[in-house]
């Protein structure tokens, strides 16, 4: 159906105007960093006056914390991204095409712990992660206190979303492609992983995107399982700054805001076209 | 490859696909099952597939019993009727699949691949990906991707109602010829009597699960064993009355108000030796004559009905009329002009007049 021209200046107007207060907030987060101090939008110097850019507030690249909080936040979000992928493709495929005793039991189940905050289960996770920190070898690497241990959880904390998300996927592919391969000669893991899992790549992709987010951007789980410097994420490590300067430097704090913002805006540059394509994609499927 | 189905049921918690099938499939044969929307030849067919398990019964593939053998294990080729391609593959990507799959040389693939795209007409679109062929090349890839692992049975699943009529009436006739060509023993499920008439060496038909009746196609329409056969067999429908079938002087008469027709003697006989009462008489449309100059009134053949409803089909009017208050559907020649409303003279011809008991609905002819 054609818009008119009316309409869609009328739409435009719109979506302008509701961006607008999201644009105010960014332009002070970039002016911000850039300057000893702000009055509204304007950065103010010493004398009141406007002016007083400076390139002190990225100071901190230069010191090692922050290299190091960037890769954990990393780690827990690639490890995020590539334990939920594995575990909801699977899981979701055979929770869409077999019937197997409690199948419909794990459903229900995985729905109503999602629905669990992750507060209420804080003190029981620690005790799990004790519990893996005292197997010998790898214990060190996945239990408290450790990136790997942090990670862990989250992965386990995202499943529910993630297995749904992709048992959702699957369940609109068609039964007939998927007999079509096994009459052709493949085996389950085959099909699985030849025909039906390019079929769903949208879905994979979104689900990528949200649990990176989610992984990059954690902060409960890192910060009640973690502690000192050493295996704090990005969002630790900045709450860290607030609460260790007195007073608060916020123009340092929005810096390292941005820093760490700036590998997501890297990721969407390069997946917009991708994430743009989710809809439209999962509709030509069939 | 000689396929035989021995009691062959499927049941899913109470829901029945299908019910005790047992037929018999000669090498080398296209056997159609034909039967309405939901009666279990999809089913049935999955069972053959090795995709369904079967509750009970056996599948023979030449002898051996299959029941337990996987799909990737029965040599055979499968055609949907969504086509079922793989939309992530290029057309060759889709036709080689079974071959790479059994690890067949690259070469060996490229020569196969091209020999059946060259013969299904789609040799020049290899490169293409599925999104972009129309609904007929991509009836032919899915046949291609069946036929290149030269499998000892094909299936086929409704495979051309997705497509125009007239692409229809060509593919159905490249199918039969392929077929038969290959030599390759088929089954070819379909709701589309003439389809099963004209391509079938033997047609299953079957309602609710169950195998109706298992024949020659000629037989079918000729001597339909069931009343349900007989009205499912044939377009339009045969017309269905109950009658009473009465011997007076010599005669043979099938009596009930108005209709009072005198019956051929062999099948009349026939029927009345078997015959518990009332019977089901049926006649088919095209049995049915105006009375006119071409066609003159018989004695003891003739009755006289309304016409209630005027369909035209093209080069014949399909009239639905009544006698007494029993309705009837009668094919007439378009040039007769018959209207709604007329008074007209209808004359039978009951050369091939079909008998049922009502209670068993079994044929009193030739069950
Ligand atoms: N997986 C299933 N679970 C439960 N019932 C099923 C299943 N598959 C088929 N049925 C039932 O079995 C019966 C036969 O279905 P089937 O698909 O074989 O019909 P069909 O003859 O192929 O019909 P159509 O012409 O519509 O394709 C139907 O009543 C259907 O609801
Ligand atoms: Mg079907």
Redesign the interface.
């Known amino acids: 159906m054609a818009t008119g021209k009316v309409g869609r200046r009328f739409s435009y107007a719109f979506l302008i105007l509701s961006i607008v207060p999201i644009l105010i907030g960014y332009t002070w987060l970039v002016i911000a960093t850039l300057s000893t101090r702000t009055q509204g939008l304007l950065p103010i110097n010493a004398e009141g006056g406007i002016g007083g850019l400076t390139l002190s507030n990225w100071k901190f690249v230069f010191e090692g914390d922050i290299w190091n909080a960037m890769l954990n936040s990393l780690l827990i979000a690639v490890a995020m991204v590539i334990g939920v992928g594995i575990a909801s493709t699977s899981g979701g495929y055979a929770l869409s095409r077999f019937k197997f005793p409690g199948r419909k039991a794990f459903l229900t189940g995985t729905l109503v712990l999602h629905a669990f905050k992750a507060e209420m289960l804080l003190i029981a996770i620690f005790f799990v992660l004790r519990w893996l920190g005292a197997i010998p070898v790898i214990g060190d690497y996945i239990g408290f206190n450790s990136v790997g241990g942090v990670a862990l959880v989250m992965v386990a904390l995202e499943l529910p979303l993630g297995i749904w998300l992709m048992k959702g996927f699957f369940d609109n592919l068609s039964w007939d492609m998927e007999r079509a391969a096994l009459i052709d000669g493949a085996g389950r893991f085959r099909v699985w992983w030849q025909i039906m899992l390019p079929q769903v790549r949208p879905g994979i992709a979104a689900l990528a995107l949200f649990t990176f987010i989610a992984g990059w951007n954690a902060y409960l789980v890192p910060f009640t399982f973690t502690i000192g410097a050493k295996v704090a994420n990005m969002p630790v490590f900045l709450n860290q700054l607030i609460s260790d300067t007195a007073p608060v430097n916020w123009n340092l704090v929005a810096a390292v805001g941005m820093f760490q913002m700036i590998p997501l805006i890297i990721f969407f540059i390069f997946t917009q076209e991708l994430l743009l394509n989710i809809y439209a994609g999962g509709s030509k499927g069939t | 490859m000689r396929v035989e189905l021995d009691n062959l049921s499927k049941s899913w918690d109470g829901v029945v696909g299908a019910d005790r099938i047992t037929l018999d499939i000669q090498d080398g044969d296209l056997v159609a099952f034909l039967g309405p929307s939901g009666c279990g030849k999809t089913t049935t067919l ?1 069972m053959v ?3 369904y398990k079967p509750t009970g019964g056996t599948i023979k593939f030449d002898g051996q019993v299959v029941n337990e053998v ?3 294990d ?1 040599g ?3 055609v ?3 086509y ?5 593959m290029t057309v060759y990507g889709n036709i080689s ?2 071959l790479r ?2 690890k067949v040389s690259k070469s060996e693939i490229r020569e196969r691949v091209q020999k059946v795209a060259d013969m299904m007409g789609i040799g020049d679109l290899l490169d293409r990906k599925i ?1 972009q062929l129309s609904g007929g090349q991509q009836q032919r890839v ?1 046949l291609g ?1 069946a036929l290149v ?1 030269e499998p000892q049975l094909l299936l086929f699943d409704e495979p051309l109602s997705n497509l125009d009529a007239r692409l229809r009436l060509t593919m159905r006739g490249e199918i039969k010829r392929l077929q038969e060509g290959m030599g390759i023993t088929s089954i070819y499920v379909t709701h589309d009597q003439v389809e099963a008439m004209t391509m079938a060496d033997k047609i299953a038909v079957m309602s609710d699960g169950v195998l109706q009746a298992y024949d020659v196609p000629e037989d079918l329409y000729d001597h339909p064993k069931t009343l349900f056969v007989a009205g499912f067999v044939g377009n339009p429908p045969m017309n269905f009355f109950d009658v009473e079938i009465m011997a007076t002087n010599g005669d043979f008469r099938a009596k009930s108000g108005a209709i009072d027709l005198v019956l051929p003697y062999d099948r009349a006989k026939k029927a009345a030796e078997r015959a518990k009462g009332k019977v089901v008489m049926g006649v088919r449309p095209e049995d049915i004559y105006l009375v006119d100059d071409s066609a003159p009134p018989a004695p003891g053949r003739t009755l006289s009905a309304d016409i209630e409803a005027v369909e035209p089909l093209g080069r014949e009017d399909l009239l639905g009329v009544t006698i007494d208050h029993v309705q009837m559907r009668v094919l007439v020649d378009k040039t007769k002009g018959a209207r709604v409303g007329d008074a007209v003279d209808l004359v039978f011809d009951l050369s091939k007049v079909q008998f049922f008991d009502p209670e068993t609905e079994q044929s009193l002819l030739w069950a």
């Open positions: 999955l597939a090795g995709i996987a799909p990737k029965r055979i080729g499968m949907f009727q969504s079922a391609l793989y939309p992530h699949y079974p799959i059994q999104a899915s991707r692992k």
